[in-house]
């Protein structure tokens, strides 16, 4: 399969081209405010079927559902008045809700769960194709499973080329993590992915607890956003000897380290988050063979996000290779990719 890529700069025609693919029920990738997203019509199981096998998720993971408009919620879930409250002020907006399903919902989207997760998206270029489309898009991020999520349709080319239709190419992401995630139980929050809506922002509205339900929902196995490269925090030390070794950095001048990438040097979180994946990515492309993470100071706002998705990147790598001070393989083992 040859993949194309249209510029959302090209007028409508990539809304009837987006469109037309996913009609037929084929996927196609498109922008968000979070991350690149990869869309299909989310009431098709055939075309959902094949956001998994494009990405090699398992089908215990379910995936988002991003509505065209709040008139599709009452047909495929239930929701209280907190869920109403919170609908009026983040959407459109990154804040995912996980509610109970109606049977419209295939089985296959929700991991056969009795909950499904939606959210309308910010991002202009999404909101034309789901409403042209007048049907919601399930989508998670336009990456293979495990890996860093894609903030640049460039970023999409490389983990997908070849599997897919169609990239639309709408720019960098504007908060370039993925939405916060929560369900609600008792007229009390359950967070279960931090995101760009903060903890704090969400306790105007109900206090939050950390979710510890076995429910699984979009995005929240342990190990996830990994790079190619072995990736660990940094304890502060000069990097095992012989190793090109490369730093993503908050504060570390990083003397010792092949190559050095900040995530914000004004250490805005805001930005910092914005330039994470996109950080990670270049370190991978560097060609070092071990990248270290400096740890962010513990504060509020996006520190959480931030560090739930270096956290889970470095427990990708755990378990592939060694502890600290250990030489690492220069490769990650096959991830069973297909030509």
């Not at 330039?275 to 962010?296: K, P």
Request: glycine share 8%; aromatic share 8%; net charge positive.
């Amino acid at each position: 399969m040859k993949t194309h890529v249209v510029s959302a700069e090209t007028g409508g025609k990539y809304i009837e081209e987006a469109v037309r693919w996913l009609v037929e029920g084929e996927i196609v990738a498109l922008p968000t405010e979070t991350v690149y997203g990869l869309a299909a019509d989310a009431l098709n199981p055939v075309a959902c079927a094949r956001i998994f096998e494009a990405k090699e998720r398992p089908l215990y993971d379910p995936l988002i559902v991003h509505l065209p408009t709040t008139d599709w919620l009452a047909s495929l879930c239930t929701f209280p008045l907190l869920a109403q409250r919170l609908i009026e002020t983040f959407w459109p907006g990154p804040l995912t809700l996980v509610l109970p399903r109606t049977p419209m919902v295939p089985d296959i989207v929700t991991a056969g769960q009795d909950t499904v997760a939606v959210r309308i998206s910010a991002h202009p270029v999404f909101q034309k194709v789901v409403q042209r489309l007048e049907r919601p898009l399930a989508a998670p991020s336009a990456n293979r499973f495990g890996r860093i999520s894609p903030t640049r349709a460039v970023h999409v080319l490389s983990e997908l080329n070849g599997r897919i239709p169609l990239v639309v190419d709408g720019g960098p992401c504007l908060h370039g993590i993925e939405s916060t995630i929560v369900s609600l139980r008792d007229g009390h929050l359950f967070l279960h992915r931090n995101g760009p809506i903060t903890r704090e922002e969400l306790e105007a509205f109900s206090p939050v607890q950390d979710s510890s339900e076995t429910r699984i929902v979009p995005g929240s196995l342990g190990s996830h956003y990994a790079p190619k490269t072995p990736c660990q925090f940094w304890d502060g030390t000069p990097p095992p000897s012989g190793i090109r070794a490369g730093l993503l950095a908050w504060r570390a001048s990083g003397e010792d380290f092949a190559v050095v990438v900040y995530l914000s040097r004004r250490r805005d979180l805001r930005e910092a988050a914005a330039r994470l994946y996109a950080s990670l990515r270049r370190l991978d492309e560097y060609g070092v063979e071990l990248i270290l993470v400096e740890r962010l100071p513990k504060q509020g706002g996006l520190w959480a996000a931030i560090m739930e998705r270096l956290t889970k990147a470095t427990l990708a790598s755990r378990k592939c290779f060694f502890s600290y001070g250990q030489t690492p393989p220069l490769k990650y083992p096959s991830s069973g990719r297909r030509s």
